[in-house]
């Protein structure tokens, strides 16, 4: 049973547009919602992350939008760069679990 | 220098044999946890610990064994290894309890079982 549903499989984007990521979620006590990206060959490196108190986080270029009553969230990467090429996860957990994954996205950015 | 060191880098073990993958973390985190990582299945939790002892563990198999002897260790003994052993297995750690409490990932271990 897959806990974290993440989509697209894979989304490909030209350089400057905005990239969205979407995931949803079903465990309602889940508290805790990182995103993570990985380049090939190398661990998984947090990019950013959002508590369901709040419904908006901003890091730079990269947003989350929240929706608790949807169980759903999302990460838009805007003016999207090709060293943004990755594979991006989405996870979802609370204290002392561990997170639950998606299976991520493959994130392409052409120049 | 990475925080968060996992030893070794690469191991190749035959199937039955027994390893450890060591992990130790210089962050001050109360937390350390191990995940996988393969084709089968893109970054699988299996145990957490806080405080050197188990929170929480989602792995089936009694072949996984973690073991803490000190609060900034936290080792992963696998025994009777098979071929779907195969992954890179990632330690992580995180100051849990707190805003921030994502984990952050060591550098992995790949392990290949033939």
């Known amino acids: 049973q897959q806990q974290v549903r993440q989509s697209p499989q894979s989304l490909t984007v030209w350089e400057g547009e905005t990239a969205i990521l979407n995931c949803s979620y079903e465990d309602s006590t889940f508290d805790y919602f990182p995103w993570y990206h990985q380049f090939p060959g190398e661990s998984p490196a947090l990019l950013i992350a959002i508590r369901p108190v709040s419904n908006k986080k901003e890091d730079g270029r990269f947003t989350i939008f929240f929706n608790k009553r949807e169980k759903k969230f999302s990460l838009h990467i805007a003016d999207s760069q090709p060293g943004d090429s990755a594979t991006y996860f989405c996870?979802?957990?609370?204290?002392?679990?561990?997170?639950?994954f998606g299976l991520g996205t493959r994130v392409s950015v052409f120049p | 220098d990475p925080k968060i060191i996992q030893k070794p880098k690469y191991l190749v073990a035959v199937t039955g044999s027994e390893k450890i993958l060591i992990c130790e973390q210089y962050l001050g985190h109360n937390a350390m946890y191990w995940y996988r990582q393969s084709a089968k299945k893109p970054l699988e939790f299996m145990f957490s610990?806080?405080?050197?002892?188990?929170?929480d563990n989602q792995t089936a198999s009694s072949r996984f064994q973690p073991q803490s002897s000190k609060k900034n260790h936290l080792d992963l003994q696998i025994t009777a290894l098979k071929p779907d052993d195969s992954a890179t297995y990632f330690c992580?750690?995180?100051?849990?309890?707190?805003?921030?409490?994502?984990?952050?990932f060591g550098e992995g271990t790949r392990l290949s079982v033939l």
């Open positions: 992580a750690s995180s100051q849990a309890g707190t805003a921030n409490q994502a984990p952050l």
């Open positions: 996870a979802a957990g609370d204290y002392a679990q561990g997170l639950t």
């Open positions: 610990y806080s405080y050197q002892k188990l929170m």
